[in-house]
T-cell receptor
Framework: DTAVSQTPKYLVTQMGNDKSIKCEQN?????MYWYKQDSKKFLKIMFS???????INETVPNRFSPKSPDKAHLNLHINSLELGDSAVYFC?????????????????FGAGSRLTVL | GENVEQHPSTLSVQEGDSAVIKCTYS??????FPWYKQELGKRPQLIID?????GEKKDQRIAVTLNKTAKHFSLHITETQPEDSAVYFC???????????FGTGTKLQVIP
């Protein structure tokens, strides 16, 4: 009963291909996120959804398109993959965005999806 | 937007010694400061956090201090053990949607 699960764990693909990563959380959280961790271990937020609504959209190429069919799921689709897209992509969730109560901002991360673009 | 700087980028200590990691943030409206630990090949996990109305918080061997005026916060690990070896990230949370901005990480190595 993994709290935040993402698939696939590993993804190796050629430049120019399109790929998707899926994420699901069973914590009942309202907010989900995609973070990118590059080879230098920097963790950068890409997107955040609160109850299916996009609330954070960082400066990310429009080749990246998130989709949240419901508040328990957040998927990431990447078109025309480039070498620089190689990274570990982490999905995360938190109880509620915008509520400053204790624990509301605590992020629970998935295990990560390592994307390698050749 | 928020900018979080973290130092040092790498830190080696002997087992039993203390380790200190320092962070600064730019947005004076930031009100929540978590610290995450990421072991090799694993996901980041929260180890301790502090809110802007508190100056210090301690949990066993780890403690965090916050200086709102200077916009500094620090992680202190005492009596380090080999299992403390990991990458540690500080973060600051700001804005209406409480966006979490991470520091650049500190790779801590505890030498037995």
């Amino acid at each position: 009963d993994t709290a935040v699960s993402q698939t696939p764990k590993y993804l190796v693909t050629q430049m120019g291909n399109d790929k998707s990563i899926k994420c699901e959380q069973n914590l009942g959280h309202d907010t989900m996120y995609w973070y990118k961790q590059d080879s230098k271990k920097f963790l950068k937020i890409m997107f955040s959804y609160n109850n299916k609504e996009l609330i954070i959209n960082e400066t990310v190429p429009n080749r990246f398109s998130p989709k949240s069919p419901d508040k328990a799921h957040l998927n990431l689709h990447i078109n025309s993959l480039e070498l620089g897209d190689s990274a570990v992509y982490f999905c995360a969730s938190s109880p509620w965005a915008g509520r400053a109560s204790l624990g509301a901002n605590v992020l629970t991360f998935g295990a990560g999806s390592r994307l390698t673009v050749l | 937007g928020e900018n979080v700087e973290q130092h040092p980028s790498t830190l080696s200590v002997q087992e039993g010694d203390s380790a200190v990691i320092k962070c600064t943030y730019s947005d004076s409206a930031s009100n929540y400061f978590p610290w995450y630990k990421q072991e090799l090949g694993k996901r980041p996990q929260l180890i301790i956090d502090i809110r802007s109305n508190v100056g210090e918080k301690k949990d066993q061997r780890i403690a965090v201090t916050l200086n709102k005026t200077a916009k500094h916060f620090s992680l202190h690990i005492t009596e380090t053990q080999p299992e403390d070896s990991a990458v540690y990230f500080c973060a600051a949370t700001s804005g209406g949607y409480q966006k979490v901005t991470f520091g650049t990480g500190t790779k801590l190595q505890v030498i037995p």
